[in-house]
């Protein structure tokens, strides 16, 4: 007995000591995991406040491309009032930087998911999906729309997508189709999501059921429709290659190709 009271205050203070150990160890871990909770959330608050500003001019903009349905007047005049409002300089800067925002802070939630080996239902997959497409062409997009207009005031207007649609049918009605439909999803689907960040509930018949995939489908109708009045099917259009954003592609093409003859 007198040799084991020494041995049993020695094995209870190390256990004291594991305890300890211990305890530490799991306020760390839980310090790490709240503390990790906290920035996702602020990141997605982010995230939801510049995809919904940016969503206003993606509305605008979609609104435009189904206005070519029913004629090319018409999508030009609209095109034309929508761009004195947000080709404002500061407007324009502030949109380019809500979407780079945007962008960042989704690509941030993504890494921060990534060890998650949970499936996620469909309709989030394609919300992703169509976020990948748009994080790759959209600067592009972007690019090509904006550079013929500051270089050599050529805007597209309507001739100027027709344009593109009858140079190169083969990348244009896809890449259009594609961007276009992926633009509505990701908006149609992002914006209930961003308000409940913010703490607004969306109503619950547009966040599923036939009250989102109704309008959604017949949305991507209506962009496939406005393609091929862009292409000339529903209705005659002007020669393509007679307006101001053709021949500034022309010119271009012929500078950095060397064929200027």
């Known amino acids: 007995m007198g040799w084991g009271a020494p041995g049993v205050a020695r094995g209870t203070h190390r256990a004291s000591r594991g305890t300890a150990s211990g305890t530490l160890g799991w306020t760390v871990i839980d310090s790490a995991v709240t503390n990790t909770l906290v920035n996702n959330a602020r990141l997605a608050q982010v995230q939801a406040v510049s995809g919904l500003l940016f969503s206003l001019f993606a509305l605008v903009h979609l609104t435009n491309t189904a206005l070519a349905v029913i004629g090319a007047d018409l999508y030009d005049r609209f095109q034309m009032a929508a761009r004195s409002v947000y080709q404002s300089p500061v407007l324009e800067v502030a949109l380019i930087a809500t979407l780079v925002v945007h962008i960042v802070s ?3 939630r993504m890494r921060s998911r990534r060890r998650s080996k949970a499936k996620p239902p469909l309709r989030l997959r394609l919300h992703r999906y169509a ?3 748009l994080a790759i062409f959209i600067f592009g997009h972007i690019g090509a729309t904006r550079l013929p207009a500051l270089l050599a005031d050529a805007p597209p ?3 100027g ?3 593109s649609m009858h140079f190169a049918p083969w990348w244009f009605y896809p890449y ?3 961007l276009g439909i992926a633009g509505l999803y990701h908006a149609f689907y992002g ?3 961003a308000l409940a960040a913010l703490g607004v509930r969306a109503p619950r018949f547009i966040r ?3 009250g989102f995939w109704v309008p959604v489908t017949a949305g991507a109708g209506v962009i496939i429709a406005a393609l091929l009045a862009f292409g000339g099917f529903l209705y005659e259009i002007d020669d393509p290659f007679d307006n101001d954003f053709a021949r500034a592609y022309e010119a271009a093409t012929a500078y ?3 064929d200027e003859s």
């Open 256 to 258: 950095f190709t060397g």
């Open 176 to 178: 259009y189709g594609l």
């Open 131 to 133: 976020a990948y497409y």
């Open 106 to 108: 989704g690509v941030l």
């Open 208 to 210: 599923r059921g036939l």
């Open 161 to 163: 997508v027709s344009f």
């Open 157 to 159: 207007f309507f001739g």
């Open 191 to 193: 914006i209930p999501v």
